[in-house]
């Protein structure tokens, strides 16, 4: 489990949710999609807090999707599984 902090107060929730995550490992195969841990429109302390089970360890591309103001908007992380 990991958070995500936003300087942003709210977010336009997308399909039911704040955001959604998904990634891939690095130098492998397997494939991840993370769930939020807040329901929509709430932001717990400022973050978004997502839950998953990596396939293997290692080094992972997260990718998530958020709208604020109406915008669309994709950040990217690299996230140790371990």
Known sequence: MFTIRTPVEKLDPRPGAN?????????????THLHLVESAGTLIDG????CSVFAERGEYRLFLEFSHGGRPHTAV?????G
Request: proline residues 5%.
């Open 19 to 31: 955001g959604h995550m998904t990634g891939s490992h690095t130098m492998l195969l397997p494939a």
């Open 47 to 50: 973050g978004l807090t997502f």
């Open 77 to 81: 992380f690299t996230v140790a599984a």
